[in-house]
Structures are given as C-alpha cells and as structure tokens.
C-alpha cells in the first residue's frame, strides 16, 4: 500500500512493482497477495502512524483543506460549471511548524465544520502543547474553551467586525484572549499584530497541505469515507517518514 500510495500505482500495478523489489531483494521465493486481497484487508488494515521523535512541548498549527472524491476536473468546471455529483472530503492537519511533522488528522465529509475536529486532532497528540495556531473558522466560543481547558493557548485572529464578549456584564471577560487579541488589535493594527504574535507560523500548515497535493495528488483513489481515511493514515504517515529523511533549507539569494 506504501508503494501504491506513492508511486500513484493501481492495485495490479503496485503488486507488480512489489514483485519486482522483491527479485532484485533476492527475495523472489516470497508471495506477494494479489490486489484483491490487498483491496479487501485494507479496510481493516491497522496503519500504525509514524513515530514522531520527541522533543518537548511543541506548537500545533492546525487547518483542513478539500480532497475530490470524484467529479469534474477544473477547467469542465470553470467553462461550464459543476453538477451536483461533485464531491469531497475535507481533511483536516495539525502540523508542527518548527518540524513540519504531521501529528494529528482526520478525514471528514465536507459539510463537517472546522472547529468540531479540534478535541479528536488535538486527542492524537502525544507531546504537549503550548500553543494552537487556528484561522478564522474556529473562531468559537466552544474552540476556545476546549483549548484553554486543555491549557493550551489559542491564537485565532478576530474577525474585523468583532467585539468584546462577556458573561454577565461588559468588562467581565477582558482577561479572555478573544478579548486581548481585539484590544491589542485596535492599538496596533491587525497587519502588526500578527507580526507579534507570530501568526504567519499558521501558513506552514498550508504547506503541508500543498505537500500532500502534490506528491499524492488532490483526489482520493479509495470511495468510501472508511477507505479514504484508512488512505490518508497511509498519506500521512509516509509524508512522516520524508520529513524525518530531511526537509530543504531556504536561504535568500546573495546579491
């Protein structure tokens, strides 16, 4: 299934690709389980996710992006529009900015909103967390008390519109973050803000997401949320293990 899933191979494909490792292995007397098999075991298959090292409390920068299912490609829908057959899953990273690791997942139906996978993400983690880097589609209530519950600090910018909450009486709340973040917001201006909180450090979930579209690509080979999620464990756990080989080091250009 790693070769399958990398490699971009059908079932046929990957068991001949295997077969072929194997003989250059010496290792032609093994058998190889024809892609039946493979297609049945698996959906049961126990994909243990990759061992991230350790190395204290960490920071998790957490988004979900959409993954075709089936339907039309791009340019069919931008000419003539989409029908209704059109489908995708969201898949939902919390990505550790300072490592690029991939800690936690889930894979959902599209009409599942952002903040609901925040406890089962945050569940899979085993290092501590310091701080959560969100967007503004978790701006709730009940995705900042979960976090702050969990003595986690959340960083989710404000909408521009937002104002203070309170509880029983305006001025009751000015210690919640929510709260701190539109005060220092009106002092310094959004663009500076998340200059000082370091916010930009959310984009680097984005580009563990544009890693995954562009080594695996952006539509799932498997058809039912069960396989697709038994799929993405794969994903995600061979993005893992090329992250752990090394990542590139970017440097400004001398003049």
């Known amino acids: 299934m790693m070769f399958k899933t990398v490699f971009r191979l059908a079932y046929g494909q990957a068991r001949g690709f295997t077969l072929g490792i194997l003989k250059l292995m010496k290792l032609g007397h ?10 049945r075991r698996f959906r049961a298959m126990d994909i243990l996710p ?10 998790i920068a957490i988004d979900s992006t959409g993954v075709k299912v089936y339907g039309e490609g791009e340019w069919k829908c931008r000419k003539h529009g989409w029908s209704k057959r059109r489908t995708w899953r969201k898949l939902h990273l919390g990505v550790d900015p300072d490592t690029g690791f991939i800690h936690c997942h889930t894979t959902t139906t599209n009409s599942e909103s952002d903040e609901s996978q925040v406890d089962d993400l945050l569940d899979q983690v085993e290092a501590k967390i310091d701080e959560v880097y969100l967007d503004g589609a978790y701006d709730a209530q009940t995705c900042y008390d979960g976090l702050l ?15 203070n909450w309170y509880w029983e009486e305006p001025g009751d709340a000015d210690d919640y973050p929510r709260n701190q973040f539109i005060d220092r917001i009106e002092e310094i201006g959004r663009a500076e803000w998340k200059k000082e909180i370091g916010y930009h450090r959310r984009s680097l979930s984005e580009t563990a997401m544009f890693r995954y579209k562009i080594i695996f690509g952006s539509q799932h080979y498997s058809r039912s949320l069960e396989t697709q999620t038994q799929e993405n464990k794969i994903k995600i756990k061979a993005l893992n293990q090329m992250t752990a080989h090394g990542m590139p080091i970017s440097q400004p250009k001398a003049a």
């Open 149 to 163: 519950e969990r003595d986690i600090y959340p960083i989710v910018p404000p909408p521009r519109n937002a104002v």
């Open 50 to 59: 990759f061992d991230i090292p350790k190395s204290g409390s960490i920071t």
């Open 30 to 39: 093994l058998d190889v389980p024809g892609f039946t098999q493979v297609n």
